[in-house]
């Protein structure tokens, strides 16, 4: 079964710095996708970026970076220049490779943004 | 269209009554997910329709739970006899059909409780 793990129940970072946030996972599968959402209080969880396992570039979108070892099956989260916005639960995820790509969810990081 | 919509957004309930949630997906989404989430967990897949057809239901939802979408446009979700186990907030997600793994789009959510 596949499994995703978040150590971190919590974490907070100082406005204008980074914040790394941890994932590991289980798969028996050779070429698959990882995705980071990030769920604000009371609102929409939305996706922050994915990762094709078959890249071996790590993924960036704008602040957000990830650093991906396959050989570990690690998948960590980089925001920099941290933002009030940021603030929000933050959830590894991992598609099903079977047709039907139902998410498997981390239990989630919980980040906090000090200004 | 502006994204998924979940109806209601908070449903209080006692114990015993019948519950339905709706999901409108974005019109274009052949897939359409529904989610559990609950305190402090990252959301746990229920079930999943690719247009009309329930192709997947987890082992979570008991036979008191039912899923349809007719026409492959909205989705319901009823809970028959409901539980205070069954408090939580029902997430619906939907994503296009295609190569490739999809984002998935979520809804803002139903908050259940059952009293």
């Known amino acids: 079964a596949q499994t995703v793990t978040q150590s971190q129940p919590e974490m907070s970072v100082q406005e204008a710095e980074t914040v790394t946030l941890s994932c590991t996972y289980d798969?028996?599968?050779?070429?698959?996708?990882l995705f980071w959402y990030k769920q604000p209080p009371s609102r929409q969880m939305i996706l922050v970026i994915r990762?094709?396992?078959?890249?071996?570039q790590n993924a960036t979108e704008n602040r957000f970076s990830v650093n991906f070892q396959k050989a570990a099956k690690s998948f960590s989260l980089k925001i920099s220049d941290s933002q009030l916005g940021d603030a929000a639960m933050y959830f590894c995820?991992?598609?099903?490779?079977?047709?039907?790509?139902?998410?498997?969810f981390g239990t989630g990081t919980r980040l906090t943004i000090i200004p | 269209d502006t994204g998924v919509s979940q109806d209601p957004r908070h449903k209080i309930t006692k114990r015993g009554q019948n519950v339905t949630f709706r999901c409108d997906p974005i019109?274009?989404?052949?897939?359409l997910y529904w989610y559990r989430q609950t305190l402090g967990q990252g959301p746990e897949f229920l079930t999943y329709?690719?247009?009309?057809?329930?192709?997947?239901k987890s082992r979570l939802l008991s036979d008191r739970f039912s899923a349809e979408r007719p026409k492959g446009s909205f989705s319901t979700l009823e809970i028959q006899r409901t539980e205070q186990g069954d408090s939580a907030m029902y997430l619906c997600?939907?994503?296009?059909?295609?190569?490739?793994?999809?984002?998935?789009?979520f809804g803002p959510g139903t908050r259940l409780t059952v009293t």
């Open positions: 997600a939907s994503s296009p059909l295609g190569q490739g793994s999809h984002e998935q789009y």
């Open positions: 990762q094709e396992a078959y890249k071996q």
């Open positions: 995820a991992y598609p099903s490779n079977f047709g039907n790509e139902k998410l498997t």
């Open positions: 798969t028996s599968e050779s070429d698959y996708y």
């Open positions: 019109s274009e989404h052949n897939r």
């Open positions: 329709f690719q247009n009309e057809a329930q192709l997947e």
